[in-house]
């Protein structure tokens, strides 16, 4: 489904500042993986989901979806067939435009956009019975504009966006650290509903470990721009927070900076 | 007095279409497009070059829109793939604009350049209307309502003002229509969360020269009818034309909101002809004279944009003020909480 094969990229190459952001990343992902990445701030999570959505293109490498290289391609010709959600809730949908006109950009992502109308009868009828799913009564405010909405509500709306057109790939950037625990809460059983109900192949990056393990059937733990640690299926329902801890430190031969990684 | 103010609506009618176009890069984009004091002539000096050289003032009309349409691209594309500065690249496209209207206008004459078309004796959209529409006994029984309860001069027709309310009226259904579609929500978003639209698969270079195009389409289009109504093209005529439509669609948005695109065009046209009302007015004042035109402008500029604001915060006082006194009652009528 998605296969990065050799990714390397380096920013300000040549200069002081000069840094090995992806190191030779090779990772596989079947149909219908839930993959969560775990790593501190600056091991390359980030920058890896840019490669994949096409943001950034790397130095040198691959990368193929549904076995098709999409290494030239651009940002908005991959969309085609990845969705994404941001960490911040205000980057996932058009404050300015109104819920149904948001779910219509959102449905036109597989197809050439034509001068019919986004929002007709029969179209109004399917972003209610999406909107439904979320039980946040959105479904009854087609014509809010989404900047009025709370920052939970409009994840979750970029979240349904997201996973609108069942997007080959799903990639979620610490979409719920922006938002408070009960919010959070929310969006990761969202998350879990939407992904299981279409087995979305899904990349999610977390600081938070415990949901790394609660979510997702495969684990990887990034480190200064290297995957350290890859943790399958089988293995994963046992891991705890302390066996990852252990892991890390076995591996690097350092603690691991945690704070943020334990309590985030 | 009538004759003035009959005169700035017509005037305004027409000039609300630029205005339109101003809406589109300004609000709807995002996107501050100066091009438009180049375009908006471009539109004037095309239409006025073919009807001079005895092609149908139809067919010029359309030729200016389109020429009008490919200038707003070559600024979109100096934005988009040249990732020049939006402001430079409208700068750029404006003073680009400026030689080739005078070329385009030294299409009638020996000489390479011309700085100005008369169009006295010429046909142009209006007298092709008025010469049908006055057969109609509408437009006498219109005068002879017009004459009963104003005093004094009544204009020689309503032809054009009608012409110009249809025409305008079909923009703005058009606008609206568009802003509605698939594609005119990818521009939206486009103008709100270029981010956002991109990981939904648009290619915002494309929507921001289309955009662009149609925005200077509108402008070229007005250009083309102020020159046929006001029977000449100047190479000068777009000085500030920015301007004036920022003026109309801040004094609009003001007045009427903003809260439907369908109510917002309307706000936008209404801001256009009330701008020519005011204008007219102001001229009207002994020591104003008509050079003062663009300072009168800025002004007007100036206080719409102020204007709300002090009234917003002169609301938000007065709420805060009864909030209070309501609170102080509720305080005082249960003494024992």
């Keep these: 489904m998605l296969k990065l094969t050799n990714i390397n990229k380096v920013f300000n190459e040549g200069t002081p500042d000069e840094k090995v952001a992806l190191g030779d990343i090779n990772l596989h992902l079947a149909p219908g993986d839930f993959v969560t990445i775990i ?64 779910l219509a950009i959102a449905y036109n992502r597989t197809k050439t956009r034509t001068l019919g109308f986004g929002v007709n009868k029969k179209k109004k009828d399917i972003y209610r019975t999406a909107l439904e799913m979320l039980s946040l009564n959105l479904e009854n405010r087609l014509n809010a504009k989404v900047g009025m909405l709370s920052g939970g509500e409009r994840q979750a709306l970029s979240l ?48 938070n470990m415990q949901q790394a393990l609660d979510l997702g059937n495969r684990l990887i733990m990034m480190d200064k721009g290297q995957i350290i640690l890859e943790v399958g299926e089988a293995e994963k329902a046992n891991l705890t927070i302390p066996d990852l801890m252990a892991a890390f430190e076995k591996i690097r031969g350092e603690k691991m900076n945690s704070d943020r990684a334990l309590l985030g | 007095m009538f004759t003035a103010i009959f005169g700035s609506v017509e005037l305004g009618i027409i000039y609300a279409i630029m205005a339109l176009g101003v809406f589109i890069t300004f609000r709807i984009l995002d996107f501050p497009d100066l091009t438009v004091d180049g375009s908006f002539v471009t539109g004037a000096a095309v ?76 046909e142009s959209v209006f007298s092709l209307f008025g010469s049908w529409w006055t057969t109609l006994p509408i437009d006498e029984s219109v005068k002879n309502m017009l004459s009963s309860f104003v005093t004094g001069a009544i204009p020689s027709t309503v032809g054009t003002i009608v012409l110009m309310i249809v025409i305008t009226l079909c923009i ?15 521009i939206r978003a486009t103008g709100d969360n270029k981010r956002m639209i991109r990981s939904f698969s648009a290619n915002t270079d494309n929507y921001i020269i289309l955009g662009l195009g149609l925005s200077n389409a509108l402008v070229a289009f007005s250009g083309a009818l102020v020159a046929q109504y006001s029977k000449s093209a100047d190479v000068s005529m777009g ?11 801040i004094i609009g948005e003001a007045i009427f909101g903003t809260k439907t695109i369908v109510r ?36 007007i500029v100036i206080l719409a944009l102020i204007l709300p604001q002090v009234l917003a915060k002169m609301k938000e006082r007065k709420r805060k003020a009864k909030r209070k006194e309501q609170f102080r009652n509720k305080v005082r009528g249960n003494p024992g909480a």
């Design chain 2, 264 to 299: 917002t065009t309307l706000a936008v046209i209404l801001g256009a002809i009330i701008y020519r009302i005011v204008l007219a007015i102001a001229l009207r004042i002994e020591w104003l004279d008509a050079a003062d035109l663009k300072l009168i402008t800025a002004i």
């Design chain 2, 172 to 186: 703005k259904v058009i606008v609206d229509w568009f802003l509605k579609t698939e594609m005119g929500l990818a």
């Design chain 1, 39 to 102: 790593g501190s701030n600056g091991a390359g999570k980030s920058t890896m989901m840019n490669m994949i959505s096409g943001a950034l293109t790397p130095d040198f490498g691959t990368i193929h979806i549904n076995g098709k290289n999409v290494t030239g391609d651009a940002e908005y010709k991959r969309a085609r067939h990845i969705g994404r959600v941001f960490q911040d809730p205000m980057a996932g949908t058009a404050p300015s435009m109104t819920i149904e006109e948001n």
């Design chain 2, 47 to 122: 239409a006025a070059a073919m009807i001079t050289l005895g092609y149908n003032p139809l067919l010029a009309t359309s030729v200016a829109i389109v020429a009008g349409f490919i200038a707003g691209c070559c600024t979109g594309l100096l934005h988009t793939k040249g990732k020049i500065n939006a402001l430079l690249s409208g700068i750029l496209m404006m003073i680009a604009l400026y030689s080739i209207n005078l070329r385009i206008m030294g299409t009638t004459t020996e000489a390479a350049t011309r700085p100005n078309i008369p169009l006295l004796n010429t």
């Design chain 2, 239 to 249: 000085v500030g034309m920015i301007v004036i439509g920022l003026a109309s669609v």
């Design chain 1, 160 to 207: 349904l966006m997201a996973t609108f057109t069942q997007p080959s790939i799903l990639l979620l950037d610490e979409h719920t650290a922006a938002l408070d625990p009960s919010r959070a809460e929310l969006i990761t059983n969202i998350t879990k509903q939407l992904v299981e109900k279409d087995s979305l192949t899904t990349l999610m990056v977390t600081h």
